[in-house]
């Protein structure tokens, strides 16, 4: 079983990437809390990602790779607009740091994720990390195509 364990953070101003990120675009063909299903390209492959209901830091998580060109095809087929970003990792304290840079309708959100083996596993927080938004739900990808960053008020940012 797959199982995803992962916490959410927004990211700081201060933030300066010290690799090569990588293009995405993502978009839903289900977009029920309960049972997501998400097509990604991830700059030449494609994914196919089925998730259920997240609870508390958990969830289950299914995700195959498929060929570029049906991702593409399938992009589609989604929801609109798609979820555009760039997706850094960075290394801290021996732990693997998603950052998502987002494009298009979510510009001007920083979000990065961290992984981890269970909901109790410890660990430190880089400097440029901010405020923890792990279950908030305006902040998952699938919720960023119905109410995108860039018409949230400054109460939800």
């Given amino acids: ?8 953070f ?10 090569i990120g990588i293009e995405m675009a993502q978009g839903y063909l289900s ?10 390209t991830a700059g030449i492959q494609g994914f196919l990602t ?6 508390g830091a958990r969830r289950l998580e299914y995700e195959y790779e498929i060929p ?37 309708a979510n510009a001007g959100l920083i979000v990065a994720e961290i992984e981890l083996a269970s909901e109790t596993e410890e660990f430190a927080l880089p400097p440029w990390i901010g405020a923890e938004v792990t279950g908030l739900k305006r902040y998952y990808n699938a919720a960023l195509i119905a109410h995108p960053y860039g018409v949230w008020s400054a109460q939800e940012r």
Avoid: S
């Fill in 68 to 104: 570029l060109a049906e991702a593409q095809e399938l992009l589609a087929l989604c929801d609109e607009p798609l979820v555009e970003k760039t997706r850094y990792v960075e290394n801290y304290a021996g732990h693997a740091w998603e950052v998502d840079v987002f494009h298009g």
């Fill in 50 to 55: 089925i998730k259920g209901k997240t609870e």
């Fill in 10 to 19: 927004r990211v700081a101003d201060t933030f300066r990437p010290t690799g």
């Fill in 1 to 8: 079983m797959g199982v995803e364990i992962e916490r959410k």
């Fill in 31 to 40: 977009r029920d809390p309960n049972k997501t299903v998400r097509i990604r």
